[in-house]
C-alpha cells in the first residue's frame, strides 16, 4: 500500500540551529500539506503546496518556514532558525485529487518526525 | 472561518461495545469534507473515514461509520465492537471543496477501551 515517508522520525536540535524535515509524498498525489501538533494539542496546518507552488499558509508559517519540493519525489520544510516553541510532531500529508470528483480524499499522513529544539 | 469541535476529551468504552464519538462543525460553504482519523501512542495519523456533504448515504468502513447529520452540522464517529487496539487519540476533521484544501482539525477525543 503507497504510503508518506518522513525522515528523520527525531531531531534534536539547538536553539537558532537549521533544519530540514523531509518527506516523500504518494507518488501519485498532487497535492502536499505540512502539520504540526505541540504534545498535547490538537493539529495544526502550516502550509499546503500545489502545482510547485505554495497554494495556502497558516499564521504559523511565517519568515522562517519554507518548502520546497526539489525533485520529483521529495519535499521539505526547512525551518530557518529554530526555537523553542517550535519542538513539535510535523507531519507532512499528500492528498489526490479523484476523476469525477470536486474533493479531495483521504489526504495521508506520515509517520510524523518529532522535532526537540534544546 | 470553518471550525471543528469535539466536546468530549476522555471516553470509556468496555471492549465490545459500541461508542459514539461526537464532532461538530461550522461552515457556511456547502461542498465540504468531514474525516476521521486515529492517533494511537506512537503518534501516527491513521485515517479512518471520510464524508463528502454530498454523499446521500453515511460513510461506513469495516467497525467505522460516520453519522453525518447535515441539518445539525454533526459527523459523529461510531466504532461497534471496540477492541483493545481501539484506545487512542481520535481528530475529526474538515476541508471545503474550494479555496482552502487544507484540514481543520478538533481538539480529539481520547477513547480507552477498558477489558
Given at each position: 500500500?503507497?504510503?508518506?515517508?518522513?525522515t528523520?522520525?527525531?531531531q534534536?536540535?539547538?536553539?537558532?540551529q537549521e533544519?530540514?524535515?523531509?518527506?516523500?509524498p504518494i507518488?501519485n498525489?498532487?497535492?502536499?500539506?505540512?502539520?504540526?501538533?505541540?504534545?498535547g494539542?490538537k493539529?495544526?496546518f502550516?502550509?499546503?503546496?500545489?502545482n510547485n507552488?505554495?497554494?495556502?499558509k497558516?499564521?504559523i508559517?511565517?519568515?522562517q518556514f519554507?518548502v520546497?519540493?526539489?525533485d520529483?519525489?521529495?519535499?521539505t520544510?526547512k525551518i530557518?532558525?529554530?526555537k523553542?516553541?517550535d519542538s513539535?510532531?510535523y507531519?507532512?500529508?499528500?492528498s489526490?485529487?479523484?476523476?469525477?470528483s470536486t474533493?479531495?480524499?483521504?489526504a495521508?499522513?506520515?509517520q510524523?518526525?518529532r522535532?526537540?529544539?534544546? | 472561518?470553518?471550525?471543528?469541535?469535539?466536546?468530549?476529551?476522555?471516553?470509556?468504552?468496555?471492549e465490545k461495545?459500541?461508542?459514539?464519538?461526537?464532532?461538530?462543525?461550522?461552515t457556511?460553504?456547502p461542498s465540504y469534507?468531514?474525516f476521521?482519523?486515529?492517533?494511537?501512542?506512537?503518534?501516527e495519523m491513521?485515517?479512518l473515514?471520510y464524508?463528502?456533504?454530498?454523499?446521500?448515504?453515511n460513510?461506513?468502513?469495516?467497525?467505522?461509520?460516520?453519522?453525518?447529520?447535515?441539518?445539525?452540522?454533526?459527523?459523529?464517529?461510531?466504532?461497534?465492537?471496540?477492541q483493545?487496539g481501539?484506545?487512542?487519540?481520535?481528530?475529526?476533521a474538515f476541508?471545503m471543496?474550494?479555496?482552502?484544501?487544507?484540514?481543520?482539525?478538533g481538539?480529539?477525543?481520547?477513547?480507552q477501551?477498558?477489558?
Amino acid at each position: 500500500e503507497p504510503e508518506v515517508t518522513q525522515t528523520p522520525s527525531h531531531q534534536v536540535t539547538q536553539m537558532g540551529q537549521e533544519v530540514i524535515l523531509r518527506c516523500v509524498p504518494i507518488s501519485n498525489h498532487l497535492y502536499f500539506y505540512w502539520y504540526r501538533q505541540i504534545l498535547g494539542q490538537k493539529v495544526e496546518f502550516l502550509v499546503s503546496f500545489y502545482n510547485n507552488e505554495i497554494s495556502e499558509k497558516s499564521e504559523i508559517f511565517d519568515d522562517q518556514f519554507s518548502v520546497e519540493r526539489p525533485d520529483g519525489s521529495n519535499f521539505t520544510l526547512k525551518i530557518r532558525s529554530t526555537k523553542l516553541e517550535d519542538s513539535a510532531m510535523y507531519f507532512c500529508a499528500s492528498s489526490a485529487i479523484k476523476q469525477g470528483s470536486t474533493l479531495n480524499t483521504e489526504a495521508f499522513f506520515g509517520q510524523g518526525t518529532r522535532l526537540t529544539v534544546v | 472561518a470553518q471550525k471543528i469541535t469535539q466536546t468530549q476529551p476522555g471516553m470509556f468504552v468496555q471492549e465490545k461495545e459500541a461508542v459514539t464519538l461526537d464532532c461538530t462543525y461550522d461552515t457556511s460553504d456547502p461542498s465540504y469534507g468531514l474525516f476521521w482519523y486515529k492517533q494511537p501512542s506512537s503518534g501516527e495519523m491513521i485515517f479512518l473515514i471520510y464524508q463528502g456533504s454530498y454523499d446521500q448515504q453515511n460513510a461506513t468502513e469495516g467497525r467505522y461509520s460516520l453519522n453525518f447529520q447535515k441539518a445539525r452540522k454533526s459527523a459523529n464517529l461510531v466504532i461497534s465492537a471496540s477492541q483493545l487496539g481501539d484506545s487512542a487519540m481520535y481528530f475529526c476533521a474538515f476541508h471545503m471543496d474550494t479555496g482552502r484544501r487544507a484540514l481543520t482539525f478538533g481538539s480529539g477525543t481520547r477513547l480507552q477501551v477498558q477489558p
